[in-house]
């Protein structure tokens, strides 16, 4: 450990003291969703099941509520609910990471945690460098540094980060997100037989690859793995265009199902999809746990769109990971589902049997709250349009003449309100998480899945429901949430 680890280390648990009463008096403060204890939280990093512990790492700037130096923080869970935060994995302490222990992944080997990340480096020209770095641990707790082992190939820009690694058949292979000189978003893949010495071994696609064409100029963050008989790349290309209900967001996420050839590299797939539909999603990042399933989590922010503009940056942090979710692969479609053990956290059950909603407003006392989850199914749908509001603040709207599914909310920006969609044939559950600050609509078990934050009257805490032309008849059932983060 280093002098500059050491300070900066220090510096983090001052930074965690001074703010600490502020951070835990804000209202919008989260129940059951992964949160900072103070700054800023992008990606998650690392995210693996080792020796019988679930480990998240995440791209963290304690000193403010803005992006900066990251440093790597740290949860860890037994059960995928229950988490405690730990000591920071990795500081940007050295020359190959100074100004940021950018975004990676983790893997076991010979009893070994090993982290790969992206160290970023900004020279006294103020230029950009990035070189890939490993660390690896013993105990999964304190991680010792081991330099780069990746360099920026010829013909990509220094815009070329956040590592995934993988073992297959014996050998072991790493996707990047790069950028070409002509400024082209790509994916690229690697293999190497022991982790240090690293050979390239292919274009996996990219932007103007083969026959993609032009697709963003940037691809961040990508996570190639088999679901269901698939390969699946998931990845966050920047720089693309709005189409029709697609790409609203300032960057955006999604994935391509095909056929990895691990000779040549390339990935022979189908259209891009979008992965979530709503507001806040980015760069998420999957495992495969002890139970064989493939899990999600996802950052709960997008970079560049308003985030100086959240109401909890004047209680110096911000943002949050969604929960963690199930994949599946369904007739050519990534289904998301939350994962069966959140289910720990319910508490105080109504249920509500066969309720009709009519175009007269109707409001459940006890079907209301500011951190809980409550399931619709749909009996009978008769209404041209139902619709299910939040607080105030964020509606669901399906409009069956239509085959669309919205979500709104009130912009935390301006105060106006704005909206995402999807395309929706009918409508048969509703699956909400509702935080204080956070809600993550699950729909048809998982078909579509929105993800927002959104900033409410604390003091209110109302659930509305209603339709046009026409009446829905639904089962409901709502649960209170428990905390957590263990102390």
């Known amino acids: 450990m280093t002098n500059r680890d050491q300070e900066l280390r220090q510096k983090?648990?001052?930074?965690?003291?001074r703010y600490e009463r502020l951070v835990e008096r804000d209202p919008y403060r989260l129940v059951y969703h992964l949160m900072p204890p103070v700054g800023l939280l992008n990606d998650p990093n690392g995210f693996i099941d080792w020796d019988g512990t679930y480990h998240l790492f995440y791209q963290w700037h304690p000193?403010?509520?803005?992006h900066g130096p990251k440093f790597w923080g740290h949860f860890v869970s037994g059960d995928l609910v229950f988490w405690e935060e730990k000591e920071p994995a990795l500081t940007p302490s050295d020359w190959f990471d100074k100004n940021g222990c950018y975004s990676g992944s983790a893997v076991a080997d010979n009893g070994k945690l090993k982290l790969f990340y992206t160290g970023n480096v900004k020279n006294e020209n103020d230029e950009r460098e990035s070189y890939q770095c490993v660390a690896?641990?013993?105990?999964?707790?304190?991680?010792?540094?081991?330099?780069?082992i990746l360099h920026v190939p010829d013909g990509y820009t220094a815009h070329f980060r956040d590592p995934k690694v993988w073992k297959r058949d014996g050998i072991w292979y790493l996707v990047i997100g790069a950028q070409t000189k002509?400024?082209?978003?790509?994916?690229?893949?690697?293999?190497?037989?022991?982790?240090?010495?690293?050979?390239?071994?292919?274009i996996v696609t990219g932007s103007n690859v083969r026959s993609m064409g032009d697709f963003g100029y940037m691809w961040e963050c990508p996570d190639l793995f088999h679901l269901d008989g698939e390969d699946v790349l998931l990845v966050s290309p920047q720089g693309l265009e709005k189409q029709g209900y697609l790409y609203h967001n300032v960057h955006n996420t999604?994935?391509?199902?095909?056929?990895?050839?691990?000779?040549?590299?390339?990935?022979?797939?189908?259209?891009?999809?979008?992965?979530?539909?709503?507001?806040?999603?980015?760069?998420?990042?999957?495992?495969i746990d002890r139970y064989g399933r493939r899990i999600l989590f996802g950052w709960m922010g997008v970079p560049d769109q308003g985030e100086e503009k959240h109401p909890t940056v004047k209680h110096q942090w911000i943002h949050a990971m969604t929960l963690p979710r199930e994949l599946k692969l369904v007739d050519g479609k990534i289904y998301q589902r939350p994962v069966e053990e959140l289910k720990q956290l319910r508490k105080n059950e109504v249920s509500r049997p066969s309720v009709k909603i009519s175009e007269h407003p109707q409001r459940f006392e006890e079907i209301s709250g500011e951190a809980f989850e409550l399931l619709l199914d749909v009996e009978e749908n008769q209404a041209e349009v139902f619709e299910l509001t939040i607080r105030d603040n964020v509606r669901v709207i399906f409009n069956r003449g239509l085959k669309r599914l919205t979500l709104e909310r009130v912009s935390f920006v301006d105060g106006l309100t704005e909206s995402r969609h999807c395309e929706l044939a009918e409508l048969s559950s509703l699956h909400l998480y509702v935080d204080t600050s956070a809600v993550e609509l699950f729909v048809n078990e998982g078909e579509e899945v929105f993800t927002a934050r959104y900033f409410a009257d604390p003091a209110n805490r109302s659930i509305q429901f209603k339709t046009l032309h026409g009446s829905l008849t639904a089962s409901l059932k709502k649960w209170a949430l428990d905390s957590i983060m263990k102390k």
């Open 12 to 17: 983090a648990k001052e930074t965690i003291k």
């Open 63 to 66: 000193f403010e509520a803005a």
């Open 136 to 148: 690896e641990s013993e105990d999964g707790l304190t991680f010792t540094k081991k330099g780069v």
């Open 182 to 202: 002509q400024i082209d978003g790509h994916v690229l893949l690697f293999r190497s037989d022991d982790l240090k010495e690293w050979q390239f071994a292919g």
């Open 254 to 287: 999604g994935y391509f199902i095909g056929r990895l050839d691990y000779e040549t590299g390339e990935l022979v797939h189908g259209p891009f999809k979008e992965l979530d539909r709503g507001f806040e999603f980015y760069a998420p990042q999957t495992t």
